[in-house]
Nanobody, 129 residues
Framework: QVPLVESGGGSARPGGSLKLACVVPGSITTPKCMAWFRQAPGGEREAVAVFDFDGSTNYADSVKGRFTVSKDTTNRRLTLEMRELKPEDSAMYYC???????????????????????WGQGTQVIVSS
């Protein structure tokens, strides 16, 4: 299956910023839910931001207030703006999408669910002085 296409990873100093983008190829049905996950070496994959295209978002506590997820009007491009980066933000970041809406828990997109139809191949983020 054609993967989602991530871009924008790279290196930054602590306190710096990076912006990731994820594009949904034309052969894939427009998603109704998209998310950014990350996985550090030796760690487990975790959701950092989830966007239900009905309008609600949810963020992991570790990134709340520093990361912002947004989409364009076509619902085929998802962006993750990362500010005040910390060394612990270093990881491979993956974009995920689903043709169904996000799983909701208490009305908010779930950070626990990882059952997405589409995934990207990842973009590396390294935060180091």
């Amino acid at each position: 299956q054609v993967p989602l296409v991530e871009s924008g990873g790279g290196s930054a100093r602590p306190g710096g910023s990076l912006k990731l983008a994820c594009v949904v190829p034309g052969s894939i049905t427009t998603p109704k839910c998209m998310a950014w996950f990350r996985q550090a070496p030796g760690g487990e994959r975790e959701a950092v931001a989830v966007f239900d295209f009905d309008g609600s978002t949810n963020y992991a506590d570790s990134v709340k207030g520093r990361f912002t997820v947004s989409k364009d009007t076509t619902n085929r491009r998802l962006t993750l703006e990362m500010r005040e980066l910390k060394p612990e933000d270093s990881a491979m970041y993956y974009c995920a999408g689903d043709r169904w809406g996000c799983t909701l828990i208490n009305g908010r997109p779930s950070l626990v669910n990882s059952d997405y139809s589409y995934w990207g191949q990842g973009t590396q983020v390294i935060v180091s002085s």
